[in-house]
């Protein structure tokens, strides 16, 4: 069964830094592409970044480009989002999901994800 769990979540101030870590099981790590989301409340879920595990290509949205960093570790089957310079608008519950290709990842179509973890939130205060 693939799973993926999500963790790292907390609460920090505006300009302050995160890392989430999100561990994958079931599947062979090396063939897929992870993504990053979050989703505030009220708000549709978003695609924040994503990374192929094969050749560690990596895509951002536009909203965090410059301030997050993802990464992966294929030994511990986990990818990292390492996020700086917070600030209050990045408050979300984040999620982390699989996805075939990394070409499909970067669409960041959560129709197109699948195994999602239950999530961690992320609190930024100002």
């Known amino acids: 069964e693939v799973q993926l769990q999500a963790s790292g979540g907390g609460l920090v101030q505006a300009g302050g830094s995160l890392r989430l870590s999100c561990a994958a099981s079931?599947?062979?790590?090396?063939?897929?592409?992870i993504g990053w989301f979050r989703q505030a409340p009220g708000k549709e879920r978003e695609g924040v970044a994503c990374i192929s595990s094969s050749d560690g290509s990596t895509y951002y949205a536009d909203s965090v480009k410059g301030r997050f960093t993802i990464s992966s570790d294929n030994a511990k089957n986990t990818v990292y989002l390492q996020m700086n310079s917070l600030k209050p608008e990045d408050t979300a519950v984040y999620y982390c999901a699989v996805t075939k290709f990394f070409a499909i990842a970067t669409i960041f179509n959560p129709y197109d994800f699948g195994s999602w973890g239950q999530g961690t939130l992320v609190t930024v205060s100002s």
């Open positions: 079931g599947f062979t790590f090396d063939d897929y592409a």
